[in-house]
């Protein structure tokens, strides 16, 4: 017993306090405490595909005869297959154990104790996350009433310690996006900018072009809500080669496990069917939009991807959530600086939203 107290000890003391990551809930979790069996729930809480991923994914896997072998470490054929999807080189492509990764790879490449990283909440977590897990120094420029990023701050922000400008686009929990205006303006700062693109394929909107011309641009992508393999973890950025290749020699060697790099092969064939999804949802957002703003409580944020952020207009949002959760649907709640107040709810089928809605209605505002 005394002995762990002399273990604890020697823990980085930058990481006593570190409170960690605050994930969507498992349904398997909430057995018995939720009022439908846990096949019964919905879960529009962390933005996954409602659809599944492409009906060619699963017999692929079931048939693939390779498990035993290690992964090519250098991602050949995964960073090959990518060129004619992102309209980039493979030198320009490095894959992560989901985009979650490559954001920390970054911030081990550039940042060490006492450098600063700009992030612009509310935003997405992962950011400040391994930032502070790194010892770096987080710089918070707030976003405007809108949720628009404040440029001009930013730029007032940036600095010769400055090492990332993190930014998504559109962000997460807002659904807005950044105009490419702006983002040309962080580019001329000359600091490296990361811009995630979570969310591309529901937006359309990507600043991928500009990456061969600025040469401290890094893009976040990832498989896991348009193709809907969140469960595989498989993600990918659009680097400087320089810099890919740095990341390349730093990141664990077989970080993108077989079954992510057979998913994607399938999907990669499978991208007609996968974007009819994605306008299936972008479809329902606009609808859940209209039902949610007709409660008269909520008030949700225009969104540009997957996702409603609402601000709660009576009671409060984290009983909200807990009473939505007792029903079976799962929601995001907020209530921190920045974000007083909100829930987020994920785009799912139509009947998801007839159900959400449904429930919102009786437990009323
Ligand atoms: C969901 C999300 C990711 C995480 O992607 P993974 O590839 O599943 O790790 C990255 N960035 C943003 C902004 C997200 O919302």
Not at 45 to 61: F, I
Not at 127 to 138: N, Q
Not at 268 to 287: G, H, Q
Request: aromatic share 8%.
């Amino acid at each position: 017993m005394t002995g762990n107290k002399g273990i604890e000890k020697l823990i980085r003391s930058s990481l006593v306090t570190f409170g960690g990551y605050s994930p969507g809930k498992s349904p398997e979790t909430l057995e018995g405490q939720v009022e439908v069996p846990v096949e019964g729930i919905i879960k529009l809480d962390a933005n996954e595909n409602p659809y599944g991923c492409s009906p060619r994914v699963q017999p692929a896997l079931a048939n693939y005869p390779g498990f035993n072998i290690y992964p090519d470490a250098g991602q050949t054929e995964l960073r090959k297959s990518l060129e004619k999807y992102t309209g980039v080189g493979a030198e320009y492509i490095v894959a992560g154990d989901g985009s979650d990764q490559l954001i920390d790879l970054i911030v081990r490449l550039f940042v060490g104790p006492g450098d600063e990283v700009i992030n612009c909440p509310p935003s997405f977590e992962m950011f400040s996350f391994s930032t502070e897990l790194c010892g770096g120094s987080l710089v918070e420029v707030p976003r405007d009433e809108n949720f628009a990023v404040n440029i001009k701050a930013v730029k007032a922000a940036t600095g010769e310690k400055t090492k990332v400008i993190f930014l998504a686009s559109p962000s997460n929990p807002t659904g807005t996006i950044t105009p490419r205006s702006d983002i040309l303006e962080l580019l001329d700062t000359g600091r490296p900018v990361v811009v995630d693109e979570a969310y591309y394929e529901f937006s359309g909107e990507t600043v991928v072009p500009l990456a061969s011309k600025y040469k401290n641009l890094m893009v976040l992508r990832t498989f896991s809500k348009w193709a809907g393999l969140a469960g595989l973890r498989v993600g990918y950025g659009i680097f400087p080669p320089e810099i890919a290749s740095y990341l390349l020699r730093i990141k664990p060697p077989y970080n993108v496990n077989v079954s992510a790099l057979v998913a994607v092969r399938e999907s990669l064939k499978d991208i007609d069917y996968l974007m009819r999804r994605v306008k299936a949802i972008v479809a329902e957002r606009e609808r859940l939009f209209g039902e949610l703003e007709k409660l008269g409580f909520l008030k949700p944020v225009p969104s540009r991807a997957n996702f409603i952020l609402c601000s709660v207009l009576n009671g409060r949002a984290s009983e909200l959530q807990q009473k939505l959760e007792k029903k079976g649907i799962l929601v995001r709640g907020f209530d921190k600086p920045m974000l007083r107040n909100f829930i987020r709810i994920s785009v799912g089928k139509p009947e998801h939203t007839d159900a959400v809605i449904k429930a919102l209605r009786e437990i009323g505002g």
